[in-house]
């Protein structure tokens, strides 16, 4: 399995930026395919954005596409979430999560590796 460590997460105002990171450490990072999730309070997790092990393909949920870029760095083994244009309905845990399967998984029963995750807070 892959170690996953998120940072960047906090508070921002509605407008506003964050930029969060995922550092991987163990298997090589590169054979994952990377999602990031979310868990609002009485909310269950989903997925918010997705990328290929190889970064040539990317998937947004509806309520995130044109605000949220994801990326990755296979030689930092760093998995990036840039979260613009923020709203407070943004406001969850997020957590990245690895898997093997290379097509889009939405489901996280199909990620192998979590986060711990972190708070991103928007205020109005």
């Known amino acids: 399995q892959v170690q996953l460590v998120e940072s960047g997460g906090g508070s921002a105002q509605a407008g506003g930026s964050l930029r969060l990171s995922c550092a991987a450490s163990g298997r090589t990072f590169s054979t994952y395919a990377m999602g990031w999730f979310r868990q609002a309070p009485g909310n269950e997790r989903e997925l918010v954005a997705h990328i290929s092990k190889s970064g040539g393909s990317t998937h947004y949920a509806d309520s995130v596409k044109g605000r949220f870029t994801i990326s990755r760095d296979n030689a930092k083994n760093t998995v990036y979430l840039q979260m613009n244009s923020l709203k407070p309905e943004d406001t969850a845990v997020y957590y990245c999560?690895?898997?093997?399967?290379?097509?889009?998984?939405?489901?996280?029963?199909?990620?192998?590796?979590w986060g711990q995750g972190t708070q991103v807070t928007v205020s109005s």
């Open positions: 999560a690895a898997s093997l399967i290379g097509a889009v998984a939405l489901s996280d029963v199909f990620y192998d590796s």
